[in-house]
């Protein structure tokens, strides 16, 4: 049973993570405890997929100074990551319906 959650958290992660800067430019540490409340993916996940993500041109970053701190690393989504965003959204909504109604029928 637990593999099945560890295998669905990873599945959407790259999902979750768009969906939570297509609301707004956001840090890495926010990004992530976002994520550890929502759907308790470890922070130790993120910052690879950030770094990937980076790479593939779905996100840019910048760093801003902090006063508690060292510099904090911002991502935003580029268009070619709001694009992949709701692609991804679309795709998770029409395949979570379908179980969703499967699992309706069964009861």
Request: aromatic content about 8%.
């Amino acid at each position: 049973m637990d593999s099945l959650h560890v295998q669905l958290r990873k599945g959407v992660l790259d999902l979750c993570v768009l969906a939570v800067l297509s609301r707004g430019e956001s840090y890495g540490y926010e990004i992530a405890s976002t994520l550890v409340n929502a759907v308790g993916m470890g922070e130790g996940t993120i910052y690879p997929l950030m770094r990937r993500m980076q790479t593939d041109g779905l996100v840019v970053t910048r760093l801003e100074e902090s006063s508690s701190g060292p510099p904090r690393k911002y991502y935003r989504l580029t268009a070619l990551g709001q694009a992949v965003f709701e692609t991804h959204r679309r795709d998770w909504r029409a395949f979570s319906g379908a179980v969703d109604t499967l699992l309706e029928d069964l009861t």
